[in-house]
Each structure stands twice: as C-alpha cells, then as structure tokens.
C-alpha cells in the first residue's frame, strides 16, 4: 500500500527554519519525482520544489528558490524540504506527493495534477 507520512512542520519566527520529512512506503521513492505543494488559506495550492528520483535534478519555485532545499535519503526512503528564511507569507498547509507516472516531464514539475498520492499536510505557521 502507498503511502506518504510527513512530519515536521508547527511554529516559526520570521526568519527562522524548519524541516518537512516525507516518508514513503509500498514503493522506493528512488524511482520517481517527489514535490513539495503547499495552500495558504482561501488560495489554491501551489507546487513549490520537486526533485527527481532518477536524475536527481531538483526544481525551485520562484517564491522559495535560494531559501528552501530539497533532498533526499534513499535509505530512509524520505524526502526532505528544508526551510529557511522562513517569512509570515510561507504559512500554509505543506503536502507531499509522488508522481509514478513521470507526468512531471510533460506537465512541470510544480504542477499537482500530475502527482498521484499526497501526504497527510502538515501545517507551518510564520509569525512573532
């Protein structure tokens, strides 16, 4: 059975960090691309990072390029996004998914329709 069990996550400072685990189970996450969305309150969820499983090769939004970092540990079979610089416009509700279809290559890898199974959420909150 699939699954994606994220930890991490609660409150920051401005300017403060965090770090997000995203564990999977039932597959190894080596193979596929693993993204990182996120969905502030009363806006649609937006893709923030990827990074690839085959390849390695890893993907930034705009709004986190230079501030967050994605990994990852084939061991584990985890995915991290590690956060810093964290500003109060980063509060949102942070997912994991997986994309097994490689969809990512023809849609972006910031676009969720092309991720199969999601995490729980954990929420991340920003402020003094």
């Known amino acids: 059975q699939v699954q994606l069990v994220q930890s991490g996550g609660g409150l920051v400072q401005p300017g403060g960090s965090l770090r997000l685990s995203c564990a999977g189970s039932?597959?190894?996450?080596?193979?596929?691309?693993i993204g990182w969305f996120r969905q502030a309150p009363g806006k649609e969820r937006v893709g923030i990072s990827c990074?690839?499983?085959?390849?390695?090769?890893?993907y930034y939004a705009e709004s986190v390029a230079g501030r967050f970092t994605i990994s990852s540990d084939n061991a584990k079979n985890t995915v991290y996004l590690q956060m810093n610089s964290l500003k109060p416009e980063d509060t949102a509700v942070y997912y994991c998914?997986?994309?097994?279809?490689?969809?990512?290559?023809?849609?972006?890898?910031?676009?969720?329709?092309?991720?199969?199974?999601w995490g729980q959420g954990t929420q991340v909150t920003v402020s003094s």
């Open positions: 039932g597959f190894s996450l080596r193979h596929y691309a």
């Open positions: 990074i690839s499983g085959s390849d390695g090769r890893t």
């Open positions: 998914a997986v994309d097994f279809a490689f969809a990512f290559r023809r849609l972006g890898p910031l676009v969720g329709d092309g991720y199969d199974y």
